[in-house]
Every structure is written in structure tokens, then in C-alpha cells.
């Protein structure tokens, strides 16, 4: 298995490209699944994520053609043309959702589309017990009949219908699996309590070329007028808050000074804040973002919470900036359960962290020393990373395929910044 070596000790310098969003990809490769006419997607990142998606939309009788900028078949391209003409097998089996909780976006377009879906109960990060069951409640709102049988939830319903939506919590992959299925359903629904995520935005846009009638997407109430069919479109995913958000905390703790291209701050406001707030310089453009680290950082408090407010996908790396910080910075996760697992392995790296609850306590430490640590979930991984470009000597991280998920050309990308990272098989 692969690993991650990293000298820590180099402030970065230079300037990078951001890929497009994992998150925005992932439920608009299950768009293809609404129409019988092709879907491209272009700025389509190169991430395992997204093969597994591709393979298991392949497994349902999806052609999955991947193309160069000129339309011609590439297998390096970072566009993909989906054709669903031929969909015959509306199942998503175990051993492809395991690895990957995006998978259960393939619910609510395979019944809207075949009327019929049989989906494995999802695994992914192990960052808490992540149900399905407003997934499940929408669907059934929409008169979908569910059977949960042997891991796998078996839906059916010859055609959706509209429907009143409410779902329990703000959550990003029920929103869009219910406004998925609500375009191809017989009358008007209303989504309320809806994630107002960048992505969804994203997604909606690109249902909206499809020829989908989709009003509110981005604010809490996303009304949605069922049409008998959608049709193909072109579409560019949108950049990586993300990984754009992970790269400013390597060079926020790293030192130095980078610009970030194929981005945009708006995304971001929340997490820039912060940044700035603990002393970081930030210059934003149409089109790219520069930071500039202090000497020495100071300790941000952050709380997560749903769109706008401060992305959960960026605690772990805030955690690793607040490692080397100057004071004291409270932490509270209010996402996910279960999701500090990256402060055992910071600790190890000579953090001081106390956990309580749903809640860290980090105080900052002028160094930390490199060790081996291990990789747990995808934005662990990515906090080990900040974290390894920080300290003394070598940090090794092991099981780096959960990085391989969701940030493409890590090593090449950091190396262009000037960080001493190498794979090592
Ligand atoms: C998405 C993102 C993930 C991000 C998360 C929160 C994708 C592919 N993944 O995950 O990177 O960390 O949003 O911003 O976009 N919940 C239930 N029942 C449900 C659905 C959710 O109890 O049916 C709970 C979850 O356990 C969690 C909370 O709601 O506590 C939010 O989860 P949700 O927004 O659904 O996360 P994902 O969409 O899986």
C-alpha cells in the first residue's frame, strides 16, 4: 500500500491549478442517469472517487467515454461523455458503494428514470454512522415503496410523484438525490430544510440545461416542476472549495506564499475569514486567491455547521494550523460524530489536543517532530499532509489511498510548491 513521505521544515512558494470539485462531480455523473441523450462534464477531476462512480454507472449499462479538449477520445482527458441511453441495470452492488457513501446519489435518479432501484446501504469515511434515512423519507414522500432487505434498499415506483420534502437535518447528498428524482416527477415539489451548498447550486444549474424547471437552489426552499424528460447538455464542474481551502492551510502553516488558480473565494468565505484571522495575508482575484503566511500563526476558534457557515470537509485541516499557532483555539464539530480521529494521530506528531465530546482543545506548540502516522479518513489524511509539511524531519503517512479519493496530483501539486513529498511503494 502506498505512502506519503514528507520533510517538513519548507515554506511553499509558487502557484498551483484547482481541480474541479469532487463533491460537485460525484452527483452530477448521477444526473446522466436522468436522460436517454449524453451528458459531458468537463473539468471532471482524476480522483478514485470518481472511477468507482464511473465504473458502477458502467456496471448499469452507462457508456462512459472519456474525451480530450478537441472531443476526442483520451484516456488522460478531464471530460467525460455519459450516455444512458442503454441504462438496464438499476443496481449499485456492495462491493462499489462501500468504499464510496456517494454512491447512494444513484437512488433517487434510478427510480425517478427506470422506476425501479436496488442500492447497497453505503459505507465511505468511517466518520460516524452516516444513515440514509431522509433519503429514504423523501422518496417515499414522493410515493416510492421501500423495502430495506439484506443491506440493500430496494425502491420502487412506477412514477414518482411531486411532493412536499422535509427533511430533518440540512443534508448535501439528500438534497440533491431529491431534487434528482423530483425533475423527472408527475408535478411540482418543494424541498424545505434544503442544503444550500455550493454543489447543489452546481448541480441544479446543469439539470437546468438538461431542461429541468428548478427555482431556489441555494437558499433553503428549492421548488422543483416535474417534466416528462430531460434532455443532454454540456457541463463544466465547478472548482474544489476544498482542496482550494486545503492548500491555503499548508501554506498558512507551512509559511510562505502561493496562488491558487481555477478557484474562486466566494465558496469560501468562511473558511478565508478564519485565515485571516489568524494573521494570514489574503489577496483574492476574479479567478485565483494568494496568501501569504505570518511568521507565526494565531489560534482560530471554528465551529461546523451547513453552508454558508464553516465547512466540516475543513476541520481536520484547521486543527492541524491551530497545532503550530500561538494560544488556544476551541474546535466544535457539529456534522459528524466520530470525526477527530486525525488528533491521536497530530498528537503523535507532538500536538497538544484534548478531546471532549464533540469538542478539541488545541494549543498551539512553537514545533512539532515528524513520526508515522496513519491516515483514517479522506480530510484526516489532508490535515497529516499540513501537518508533515510543518514538522521536523520525516513524517511517513500510511494509507494514503483515502488522499487518492479526493485530491488529485497531491504530490505533484505540493512538490510545485516546493514541499519535499514523494509515494513511496
Ligand atoms: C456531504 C459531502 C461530505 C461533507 C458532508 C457535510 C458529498 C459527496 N459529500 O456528505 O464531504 O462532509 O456533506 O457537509 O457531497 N444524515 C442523516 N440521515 C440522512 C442523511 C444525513 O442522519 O439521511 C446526517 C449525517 O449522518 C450527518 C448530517 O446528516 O450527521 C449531514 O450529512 P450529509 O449532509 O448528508 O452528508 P453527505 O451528503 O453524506
Redesign the pocket.
Known amino acids: 500500500m502506498d505512502k506519503l513521505l514528507i520533510e517538513g521544515g519548507t515554506p511553499l512558494a509558487g502557484e498551483v491549478a484547482i481541480s474541479g470539485a469532487?463533491?460537485a462531480a460525484?452527483?452530477l455523473l448521477c444526473a446522466a442517469l436522468l436522460t436517454r441523450e449524453p451528458l459531458t462534464l468537463t473539468n471532471l477531476p482524476a480522483l478514485n472517487d470518481i472511477d468507482t462512480m464511473l465504473k458502477l454507472l458502467a456496471q448499469m449499462g452507462v457508456k462512459v467515454e472519456k474525451v480530450g479538449a478537441g472531443g476526442t477520445a483520451s484516456a488522460t482527458a478531464n471530460a467525460v461523455t455519459l450516455d444512458a441511453s442503454g441504462l438496464d441495470n438499476p443496481v449499485a452492488p456492495y462491493e462499489m458503494v462501500k468504499t464510496m457513501?456517494?454512491a447512494v446519489l444513484v437512488l433517487g435518479p434510478l427510480v425517478a428514470r427506470c422506476g425501479e432501484a436496488r442500492v447497497s446501504l453505503p459505507g465511505g469515511c468511517a466518520i460516524?454512522?452516516?444513515?440514509?434515512?431522509?433519503?429514504i423519507k423523501g422518496l417515499t414522500a414522493m410515493g416510492a415503496e421501500i423495502a430495506v432487505e439484506q443491506g440493500y434498499v430496494h425502491a420502487t415506483s412506477p412514477r414518482l410523484k411531486g411532493a412536499r420534502l422535509f427533511t430533518d437535518?440540512?443534508?448535501?447528498?439528500?438534497t440533491e438525490n431529491l431534487m434528482m428524482a423530483a425533475c423527472l416527477a408527475d408535478g411540482d415539489s418543494v424541498i424545505e430544510n434544503a442544503?444550500r451548498?455550493p454543489?447543489v447550486v452546481d448541480l441544479a444549474n446543469c439539470l437546468i440545461a438538461m431542461g429541468a424547471r428548478i427555482s431556489g437552489a441555494g437558499t433553503d426552499v428549492i421548488r422543483i416542476q416535474g417534466v416528462a424528460r430531460l434532455h443532454g447538455a454540456t457541463h463544466r464542474i465547478m472548482p474544489d472549495r476544498i482542496e482550494t481551502g486545503t492548500y491555503l492551510c499548508a501554506a498558512a502553516a507551512a509559511g510562505g506564499q502561493i496562488r491558487l488558480t481555477h478557484t474562486s473565494a466566494s465558496y469560501l468565505d468562511a473558511v478565508i475569514d478564519k485565515l485571516m484571522d489568524a494573521g494570514c495575508a489574503i489577496a483574492i482575484e476574479h479567478n485565483a486567491l494568494t496568501l501569504k503566511a505570518p511568521p507565526r500563526l494565531k489560534a482560530v476558534g471554528i465551529r461546523t455547521a451547513?453552508y454558508p457557515a464553516f465547512?466540516?470537509?475543513m476541520q481536520a485541516q484547521f486543527m492541524a494550523i491551530n497545532a503550530v499557532a500561538d494560544g488556544t483555539a476551541v474546535i466544535r464539530e457539529t456534522?459528524?460524530e466520530n470525526r477527530f480521529m486525525h488528533a491521536v494521530e497530530l498528537i503523535r506528531l507532538g500536538a497538544d489536543i484534548r478531546i471532549d465530546g464533540n469538542t478539541a482543545f488545541v494549543t498551539g506548540v512553537p514545533k512539532l517532530d515528524g513520526a508515522t502516522v496513519m491516515a483514517t479518513d479522506l480530510r484526516a489524511s489532508a490535515s497529516l499532509v499540513i501537518a508533515g509539511l510543518v514538522a521536523r524531519g520525516e513524517t511517513l503517512i500510511e494509507r494514503i489511498y483515502h488522499l487518492d479519493r479526493g485530491y488529485e496530483n497531491l504530490e505533484q501539486k505540493l512538490a510545485a510548491l516546493g514541499a519535499r513529498v514523494k509515494r513511496v511503494k
Request: zero cysteines; glycine letters at 6%; hydrophobic letters at 35%.
Open positions: 469532487k463533491n460525484l452527483p457513501r456517494a460516524g454512522a452516516r444513515p440514509v434515512d431522509q433519503h437535518m440540512v443534508t448535501v447528498t439528500g442544503a451548498e454543489e451547513p465547512p466540516t470537509d456534522i459528524f
